[in-house]
């Protein structure tokens, strides 16, 4: 335990200055954009950003995983200062911005002359509607109560399986383990859980909202990717078709091992923690 708080100590003290903070931030994004650079280094035309029009997935992947990682690092490393998570979120999006216009400019030279194609400005305004969901969830889960942290790492959580999905694709690693990669979403919603706790019952209350939120989302995004990459037209249609499809796939997924992980996860977690703090009484 001590060296752990030590480890914890030296951490924050790396991360103290201004400049260090901003450049987690810009780590995070590469860290996030990882299978997309190595996929460029292969094809240089393509963007080193997912595009909503060609990757609609992707970017959803890419700006849910920015800010669980921003999130986590802000509130863990920095104590969920604000001021820690504005410094880290200023190199979050200078990074992301940076993305965006490579990616703008790559496809759209004229985008600066203000001749800009209506498919780019859809593009844009898709990111940018996304990024703003994005930046909102990075604070919220930089700065509130583990209840609420809890509900949106349930919302968030998917991005973790399918960014490791896509990174063995670039690995010699067995294609058996991809689909195994998948619950490592469920594994993370299950360790925050077990920090949470299942000894109030209003904590119960939150565990069954959250894998209720778990197996809803793979249907969402897909509905989402759906509409994106093939808009439906007005703004009833889209959500009438996103109702159709999202109700189609939720009832086809399966919820029941993603289930299983979380809450063995969950138990296992908040059983060691409660022996750990039981411990720590005695001994003081």
Do not use: C
């Not at 260090?20 to 080193?48: C, D, M, S, T, Y």
């Not at 911005?97 to 844009?124: H, K, M, N, V, Y």
């Amino acid at each position: 335990m001590g060296a752990h708080v030590l480890n914890m100590r030296s951490s924050r003290k790396f991360w103290s200055p201004w400049w260090a903070q901003i450049v987690a931030g810009l780590f995070v994004v590469l860290l996030a954009v990882a299978p997309w650079i190595w996929l460029w280094l292969g094809q240089r035309g393509e963007p080193l950003l997912p595009t909503p029009d060609s990757d609609a997935a992707g970017l959803i992947v890419v700006l849910s995983l920015v800010a669980l990682l921003g999130g986590w690092f802000a509130r863990v490393v920095g104590r969920g200062a604000t001021g820690f998570a504005i410094r880290t979120d200023v190199g979050i999006m200078l990074s992301l911005l940076g993305l965006a216009t490579q990616w703008i400019l790559g496809a759209d030279p004229g985008f600066l002359q203000g001749s800009s194609s209506p498919e780019s400005q859809r593009e844009l305004w898709i990111f940018g509607t996304l990024l703003v969901i994005s930046q909102v969830l990075y604070f919220v889960l930089a700065k509130l109560r583990l209840s609420v942290v809890a509900l949106l790492v349930a919302l968030l959580a998917f991005s973790a399986g399918q960014w490791l999905q896509m990174v063995a694709t670039y690995t010699p690693a067995d294609p058996k383990i991809y689909s195994s990669l998948i619950y490592a979403g469920p594994l993370l919603l299950g360790i925050v859980l077990g920090f949470l706790g299942f000894l109030r019952a209003w904590h119960l209350v939150l565990w069954l909202f959250a894998l209720a939120i778990q197996w809803i989302m793979p249907s969402v995004i897909s509905a989402v990717v759906t509409i994106l990459e093939n808009p439906a037209g007005s703004w009833g249609n889209s959500v009438s078709k996103f109702g159709e499809l999202t109700a189609a796939s939720a009832v086809q997924t399966d919820w029941i091992i993603p289930a299983l992980v979380t809450l063995a996860t969950a138990m296992l977690v908040s059983v060691i923690l409660l022996i750990v703090r039981k411990f720590r009484r005695r001994s003081y």
